[in-house]
């Protein structure tokens, strides 16, 4: 990948189009909702989808993803809109990509690509800019056999972000040699991070981690609570680097709280073995905050993204706390008229959440159901305090 590059909303240059493609294996599939997201993510990209196509099929495609009358099908849509390219919602093996550029001649992303990218550009500190290049590295590792020509292709924009020489320099050999000297590096960093918890653990203060779907709330949440200043936007992945603050409680306890990586559905492989030292803080926590939001019709299956990621990294153990965000927006989307009947029956069923010992209705926004997260936060923090003093 070349040069970090500007975001593709530059006013003399129209947004990238591309056209969103999903494969759906079961009836039982989110591939609609999670093609919606895809969108998002596109969209956070900076560039825009135009379209959608979804075929039944009870696997991927080996080599097109799709089948050869849905390839013809999308190929009219490309031509139809103009589009740019094409994001398919499953990470994409080295003879798919191949195949669907020389068949379609344009611009060939997946959902994997996609994320990369957006991590590449909110990536603030050393460690999150060296752990993005690693994830960058390994999925480009498995993708240069016979692909000179369809990377050839991409040119600026949409999946082009982050460090690395051009794409056309790049061998395996530069690649395994880059990726071994960002091993190396994050290792270093790895062993800092172990003696900034280990001197932590010693003090025997208690900590928490704040963990969630990605836009959830969980940076608004930390400012909340702490008073801290780190960025907030109503955006996927707007902030990568964990950031720990103290909070006080009412009684004078002192409980450290760490805003983590937010989670999201099919994160990428590369990303989660990257991400793992920071990510473990949630497996080192004594106390779990998970934040969900209460405005999306698609918080079930959210919820279960997020404890099947901390169940893959050791974490779950603990006590949790589910702050149900965003009690405003829910109530701003039950008083309107855009919500399909499915939408409006998923958000008034109660939030089922059967791994939480305690669910609070909240909104960041407002500061309505703060005193009481507070109030719990305090409680579990006390109750663990007294343990450890036993």
Known sequence: MGKSTSRMTDTDERKERFILVGVKTSPRDDTENSLKELGALVEAAGAEACDVLIQSLPHPHPGTYIGSGKLTELSALVASYDADGIVCDDELSPAQLQNLTQELSCKVCDRTLIILDLFAAHAGSREGKLQVELAQQQYRAARLTGLGKSLSRLGGGIGTRGPGEKKLEIDRRQVRERISRLKKELDEVKRHREVTRSRRENTGVVTAA??????????????????????AKDQLFATLDPTTRRFRTEDGQTVLLTDTVGF????????????????????????????????????????????????????????????????????????????????????????????????????????????DVKKALAGYAGALSRRSGE
Not at 214 to 221: E, I, R, V, Y
Not at 311 to 318: I, K, N, R, Y
Request: glycine letters at 6%.
């Open 210 to 231: 704040i963990v969630g779907y990605t836009n959830a709330g969980k940076s608004s949440l930390l400012n909340a609570l702490t008073g801290a200043d780190i960025l």
């Open 264 to 371: 999201i559905r099919k994160l990428p492989h590369h990303l989660v073995d990257a991400f793992r030292s920071t990510l473990e803080e949630a497996a080192r926590a004594d106390i779990l905050i998970h934040v969900a939001d209460a405005a999306d019709a698609d918080r079930e299956e959210r919820r279960e993204v997020v404890y099947e990621t901390l169940q893959s990294l050791g974490a779950g153990h603990q006590p949790v706390i589910t702050v149900l965000n965003k009690q405003d927006r829910l109530r701003e989307k039950l008083a309107g008229d855009t919500l399909t009947d499915e939408e409006r029956m998923l958000l008034t069923e109660g939030y089922r959440d059967t791994r939480a010992d305690v669910i609070l209705p909240c909104s960041v926004k407002t500061g309505e159901g703060l005193a």
